[in-house]
Nanobody, 122 residues
């Protein structure tokens, strides 16, 4: 059974950078899609970025385009979310997830990590 674990969250100042990691244990199908999502208090879970498990074909939410990068450096390495120039509105719990469809809808993803908190202060 595949399990995901996020790490790398923390408290930073606006304009700072963070790199989140998503480690997967177990056998992941090579055709899988890996997504990063986030959820702020009182808000719905929203799409951030996705990449194919084998790498490539990235998609980003408009709110993070140009600031965040999702990357996969080989199938034995974690999936990273590099977040630069963080803004107050990036504050949320960040989750990585695996799904079988190339889709930005979080409901299409069936394996989730426990999440990691990112807090951006002014």
């Amino acid at each position: 059974q595949v399990q995901l674990a996020e790490s790398g969250g923390g408290s930073v100042q606006a304009g700072d950078s963070l790199r989140l990691s998503c480690d997967a244990s177990g056998r992941v199908l090579s055709s899988s899609i890996v997504g990063w999502f986030r959820q702020a208090p009182g808000k719905e879970r929203e799409f951030v970025a996705l990449v194919r498990w084998r790498g490539g074909s990235e998609i980003y939410a408009e709110s993070v385009k140009g600031r965040f990068t999702i990357a996969r450096y080989g199938v034995k390495n974690p999936i990273y979310l590099q977040m630069n120039n963080l803004k107050l509105e990036d504050t949320a719990v960040y989750y990585c997830a695996i799904g079988s469809q190339y889709d930005t809808d979080h409901r299409k993803y069936h394996i989730w990590g426990q999440g990691t908190q990112v807090t951006v202060a002014s």
